[in-house]
């Protein structure tokens, strides 16, 4: 081709793909820049890049058509890796909600109960309360032990 005679305007080739992505072994690089792909099974370009790409092997229709020669084991390939996907992302999509609870939920205190060390919820005001209960628990403790 043309356009990839070692020009800076298309860096990207069939022999060079732009990611290390599974899709771009049966897609090639249209136009980057306009994120066009081709698909090597039927040479539909796509637009959309290689999300698209993937949509369109594993025969998800609403944003692109699927492909009608792609094998059965490359179609089952992309849906499976698709629906691991969706489900990593909702997993950290999970995981960075709970991280911003915590990060904005009140402070927690650790304190050493009789019975171990446990985490509760204390303001100021109930922290220095606790800590002077403790502190007389402790001596109490301690003149039982002694006597």
């Not at 094998?71 to 489900?87: G, H, L, N």
Request: a positive charge.
């Amino acid at each position: 081709m043309a356009s990839e005679g070692g020009a800076a305007s298309a860096p990207h080739s069939s022999s060079n793909p732009p990611s290390a992505d599974p899709a771009w072994a049966h897609g090639i690089v249209v136009d980057m820049a306009r994120r066009k792909v081709q698909c090597k099974y039927c040479n539909r370009v796509l637009s959309g890049g290689v999300f698209r790409l993937k949509q369109h092997l594993a025969g998800i229709k609403g944003e692109v058509a699927p492909c009608s020669r792609v094998s059965a084991e490359v179609r089952q390939q992309f849906c499976q890796y698709m629906k691991e996907k969706e489900t990593s992302k909702a997993n950290i999509s999970r995981r960075r909600q709970e991280i911003r609870e915590e990060l904005y939920a009140p402070p927690r205190r650790s304190v050493d109960l009789p019975r171990g060390r446990q985490t509760i919820d204390l303001d100021d005001d109930d922290e220095e309360q606790f800590r002077r209960a403790s502190e007389a628990s402790r001596r109490s403790f301690a003149e039982e032990d002694y006597l």
